[in-house]
């Protein structure tokens, strides 16, 4: 089983639908969550982070994380075909160095017009 | 755009060759980690390197190696490829003991094996 489990999709939605994602991890010492987008070709780039539990908001993204359940949700409402990418999951123990994060495999989301 | 860049962009390679491909970090940031991602996959870790030393390796062979130099740029050195190194290789740069949000990835190099 891997640490960090990500359903690959891919999942298509039409605009200005809510997208749900979600990722499922097994390491109980985990203690930040991230979400990142990555476009083709391009490197990941971090969306945004929670450290511990509890939710984040940030304009259309909202980010859940279930120490309980080991389950981590990103919502994004109001979705634009610009949203379409990959998102990452990723997940790291408490900084107290060196910060390496593990990842989940990606979700391709596709935001049609 | 982050202030990390790599070089090149994609290069192709035949079985057992060597290949180098580099990193310029962000300005002001001391440390580089470098990761592996296969088509469809994440990124995995290969190794972290912090002022000029290596600082945690993921599970890859002794063939994958690394060097930072004073300026905070780095390499990565793979040695007798084999085909499932084709994939994106991405560095990134970060500050040590700070949150994700320091941490900035490259546009990554594209590696083929043939």
């Known amino acids: 089983q891997k640490e960090v489990e990500q359903d690959p999709g891919p999942l298509s939605v039409p605009e200005g639908a809510i997208v749900s994602l979600n990722c499922t991890y097994s390491?109980?010492?985990?203690?930040?969550f991230m979400w990142y987008r990555q476009y083709s070709r391009k490197g990941p780039e971090l969306l945004m982070y929670t450290y511990s539990s509890g939710n984040k908001e940030d304009g259309r993204f909202t980010a859940q994380v279930d120490k309980s359940s080991k389950y981590i949700s990103l919502f994004i409402r109001d979705s634009q075909p610009s949203d379409s990418a990959t998102y990452l999951c990723?997940?790291?123990?408490?900084?107290?160095?060196?910060?390496?994060?593990?990842f989940g495999r990606g979700t391709s989301l596709i935001v049609h017009p | 755009e982050t202030g990390v860049t790599q070089s090149p962009t994609h290069l192709i390679k035949t079985r057992g060759q060597q290949v180098t491909l580099r990193c310029s970090s962000q300005s002001g940031h001391n440390t580089v980690s470098w990761y592996q991602q296969a088509l469809g996959q994440g990124p995995q870790f290969i190794f972290q390197y912090y002022r000029e030393e290596e600082n945690g390796r993921g599970n890859f062979p002794p063939r994958f190696s690394g060097l930072q130099f004073p300026n905070y740029s780095s390499e990565l050195n793979v040695n007798a490829l084999e085909l499932d190194d084709s994939a994106l290789y991405l560095c990134?740069?970060?500050?040590?003991?700070?949150?994700?949000?320091?941490?900035?990835f490259g546009p990554g190099t594209r590696l083929t094996v043939l």
């Open positions: 390491n109980s010492a985990f203690q930040y």
């Open positions: 990723a997940m790291s123990g408490a900084s107290g160095g060196s910060y390496i994060p593990t």
């Open positions: 990134a740069s970060s500050l040590p003991g700070q949150g994700p949000d320091t941490q900035y």
